[in-house]
């Protein structure tokens, strides 16, 4: 059997599809909204004859089952009878997992990407970036963090000498716990370009991998080089809206927040579409 050659030089693997922006962004640029299944149709036929004279030269065709039997004769011909057999397949394609292919070809196609990030980067802006990727999931934080930091307290506690230091970060954790509590569903996503980099609050149920089990092979940083699809909501210059105006403390708040997630004021924030890297060879 002769082997199926690829239809694309390049394969993706996706760990992050934003299911309503892909949805929302594909609907608007084809013309029939989102693709969800495909069909593919193929029809085979076969033709018999018989004839009774010599001389006959006689051609057909293997598809000719719908538009019947076409046939070239010449020399003395008596009669001839075609009897075709026809055999028909009709395949089902889930469409949606070609859906960020589709998308990310067809905005290049019509100039809404914009490659990287700098000075110029406005918001709304369509971009696609790539760097090295950090993974925080606030929920192994809840899960590991606390657990080993009583392990630690006991330990500890059994030398007289560090006994009370081990308490007091304790404590430390401890007031930090309710922050824990809140913000576990989220994962940070950050990525860093050359010059610039970005970072957002990842939708759990959108995210394809384990990310324990990302983050426990490789720590945070996910080595290689990885591409996000996103849409720009904040710029660099946008941290000093996290000011204290008026005595209203609520930005004192959400300054901790960040500074806990460690976001740099500097880095540009996104909404993710898709996260993918290239595999293969």
Known sequence: MEQTKPITKSLFDFIYLD?????SLYAQIFEHGLLLTSKHTRNHSDTTGSKSTSGLKMETKADALL?????????NQENHTNRIAGIGAEDTYDAYYATPINLLNKLDELGFINRGLNENSQYGQIVLIS??????????????????NERIFKEASKDAKMAKEAKNNLNSMNNLKPLVESLSKNIIFTLQTE??????????EFVLIETQDFILKNSEWIPGKWFCLG????????????E???G???????REARSFFEVNPNYFGITPIVIFRNIGN
């Open 19 to 23: 299911r309503d922006k892909l949805g």
């Open 67 to 75: 538009a019947g039997a076409k046939a070239e004769t010449s020399g």
């Open 131 to 148: 760097g090295e990727v950090r993974l925080s999931d606030i929920g192994i934080i809840r899960d590991l963090w606390y657990p080993m």
């Open 195 to 204: 010059n610039y980099s970005a970072w957002s609050n990842l939708k759990r």
């Open 231 to 242: 849409i720009i909501d904040s710029l660099p210059s946008d941290s000093s809206r996290f």
């Open 244 to 246: 204290d105006r008026d």
């Open 248 to 254: 209203v403390n609520v930005n004192t708040a959400l």
